[in-house]
């Protein structure tokens, strides 16, 4: 039984409380009865002591049901547990059934009880919390590594497919590696990539791969991976038809991971800031319906190294992983990465020192940045 379900009969349980007989706890008494002879003796004087004394009763006990037939028959006070008793219309007894009390017969603690969990079970026992046990929760969502060694181990279970992710960085701290490692790791997984360029060549991006020996352009030949170099400027004129057009063409590529690098110079297309924050969500939201795990590489604000340029993006995408430099007392330079946010996933919050090499990204997870 859901929630619902058991709001529901607490609701039916209400309203079908007998506004005569009480919805309060109830006191055990004595069971009592006359005959229906003894009923046609009474005068109506002693009727009225009688009704009297039983609504005296009835106060001090709070509530008690009692069962009348129609014929004038007896009248029981009904024993124990707050049991209500109805009449049918035929004039006959309706059974009272035990145990099934009013719904604040004690407190609202007790109510709550007797309702019973989301599984309809009642008797006092505490329903059990179905995301209590977050890595049972966690591991029903397919996931996926980056490929980036030290960084995949600071992210519990890898990053939740079709996910939206952004590489915020200054200048020189390696967001295209970054991205075009992403994608190395899915072609050696069997996938299939996208790679969207706003500011580099294909041909530029191809001769990056290959110096790393990642052999984009075999990939290519292949058709499991799809380099794109647009113009910002044309891409911001016919964003609206590539948003369109842009969800069934990466289903019919099958893609799995997609990069666009970078969203900083498609949000300088805008100077209304009102507009700048709504093609790019439109353009987020037509990604989600591809369903393919996008990757976004984004420019650093100059005044602050953990926000993007223009501070949209990391608020329309599910995870954030900045890319800075950090100098220390000594003046010495390093490289640090940070992992702000991943929704549906448990990561480390440390600041990390990595490196960029001919092999890629390497992320020391086990170094303090100083």
């Known amino acids: 039984m859901s929630d619902d379900d058991s709001d529901d009969d607490w609701f039916e349980q209400a309203i079908s409380e007998d506004p005569d007989g009480g919805d309060g706890p109830s006191t055990q008494t004595d069971e009592t009865s006359s005959t229906g002879a003894e009923d046609d003796q009474q005068t109506p004087d002693s009727d009225v002591a009688a009704e009297t004394s039983e609504f005296e009763a009835a106060l001090d006990s709070v509530s008690e049901s009692t069962s009348t037939t129609e014929d004038g028959g007896a009248d029981s006070i009904t024993e124990t547990g707050a049991v209500d008793a109805s009449t049918d219309e035929d004039g006959g007894d309706v059974t009272a059934q035990e145990?099934?009390?009013?719904?604040?017969?004690?407190?609202?603690?007790?109510?709550?009880?007797?309702?019973?969990?989301?599984?309809?079970?009642?008797?006092?026992?505490?329903?059990?919390?179905?995301?209590?046990?977050?890595?049972s929760f966690e591991s029903e969502i397919p996931r996926i590594d980056l490929g980036i060694e030290g960084l995949d181990g600071m992210i519990q279970g890898g990053i939740p497919q079709r996910h939206l992710m952004v590489v915020i960085g200054s200048p020189g701290t390696g967001k295209t590696t970054f991205g075009l490692q992403f994608l190395h790791h899915g072609l050696q997984q069997g996938e299939d990539v996208v790679f969207i360029t706003?500011?580099?060549?294909?041909?530029?991006?191809?001769?990056?791969?290959?110096?790393?020996?990642?052999?984009?352009?075999?990939?290519?030949?292949?058709?499991?991976?799809?380099?794109?170099?647009?113009?910002?400027?044309?891409?911001?004129?016919?964003?609206?038809?590539?948003?369109?057009?842009?969800?069934?063409?990466?289903?019919?590529?099958?893609?799995?991971?997609?990069?666009?690098?970078?969203?900083?110079?498609?949000?300088?297309?805008?100077?209304?800031?009102?507009?700048?924050?709504?093609?790019?969500?439109?353009?987020?939201?037509?990604?989600?319906?591809?369903?393919?795990?996008?990757?976004?590489?984004?420019?650093?604000?100059?005044?602050?190294?953990?926000?993007?340029?223009?501070?949209?993006?990391?608020?329309?995408?599910?995870?954030?992983?900045?890319?800075?430099?950090?100098?220390?007392?000594?003046?010495?330079?390093r490289l640090a990465v940070e992992i702000q946010k991943i929704r549906n996933a448990n990561h480390s919050r440390a600041t990390k020192p990595y490196a960029i090499t001919l092999d890629g990204i390497d992320v020391y997870q086990q170094a303090s940045i100083f």
Not at 106 to 127: I, K, Q, T, W, Y
């Open 99 to 135: 145990g099934e009390g009013a719904l604040f017969d004690e407190d609202f603690a007790s109510a709550l009880d007797s309702a019973g969990g989301p599984g309809g079970d009642s008797g006092g026992a505490a329903a059990e919390n179905p995301f209590e046990d977050d890595e």
């Open 198 to 333: 706003l500011e580099q060549s294909r041909e530029s991006i191809l001769d990056t791969a290959d110096e790393r020996g990642w052999e984009f352009d075999r990939y290519e030949r292949e058709d499991r991976l799809a380099i794109v170099d647009l113009d910002p400027v044309e891409m911001a004129n016919s964003l609206e038809n590539i948003r369109g057009e842009f969800p069934e063409l990466v289903r019919e590529f099958g893609a799995d991971r997609l990069v666009l690098d970078s969203v900083s110079l498609l949000e300088m297309m805008y100077d209304d800031q009102a507009r700048r924050r709504t093609e790019v969500f439109d353009f987020t939201r037509s990604l989600k319906e591809a369903g393919v795990t996008t990757m976004f590489t984004s420019e650093a604000n100059e005044d602050n190294p953990y926000a993007s340029r223009h501070g949209i993006i990391e608020y329309l995408t599910d995870a954030v992983f900045v890319l800075q430099y950090v100098r220390g007392d000594t003046q010495e330079t």
